[in-house]
């Protein structure tokens, strides 16, 4: 059984940024996609970014194209996800979740629902 532990989060000015990083314990990532979910208070649990097993394929939320890069060292049992030019609407409880199935890449359209195992959260604050 994976477990999956977020950390790097914190309070941070608009336009600051920071690194979260999921680590796992347990089975190896280095043969799932992972992704990165955000959930404010009130509000739906939406996707933020994905990597594909091997990194070579990403994909992002509209809202964070360009401000956020998700990567991964398959050595380190490690994804991350760097945040720059953060907005105050970036403001939410981060996630990471594994991918149910090794080898599957990921589509938007697909939600959270391919994700089986998930992490506790990191709490990001951005402030004004």
């Known amino acids: 059984q994976v477990a999956l532990v977020e950390s790097g989060g914190g309070l941070v000015q608009a336009g600051g940024s920071l690194r979260l990083s999921c680590l796992a314990s347990?089975?190896?990532?280095?043969?799932?996609?992972v992704g990165w979910f955000r959930q404010s208070p009130g509000k739906e649990r939406e996707f933020v970014a994905a990597?594909?097993?091997?990194?070579?394929?990403?994909n992002y939320a509209d809202s964070v194209k360009g401000r956020f890069t998700i990567s991964r060292d398959n050595a380190k049992n490690t994804v991350y996800l760097q945040m720059n030019s953060l907005k105050l609407e970036d403001t939410a409880v981060y996630y990471c979740?594994?991918?149910?199935?090794?080898?599957?890449?990921?589509?938007?359209?697909?939600?959270?629902?391919?994700?089986?195992?998930w992490g506790q959260g990191t709490q990001v604050t951005v402030s004004s």
């Open positions: 979740a594994r991918h149910r199935d090794r080898f599957r890449q990921y589509s938007l359209i697909q939600g959270s629902s391919p994700f089986g195992s």
């Open positions: 347990g089975p190896t990532l280095s043969t799932y996609t």
């Open positions: 990597i594909s097993w091997s990194g070579s394929n990403t």
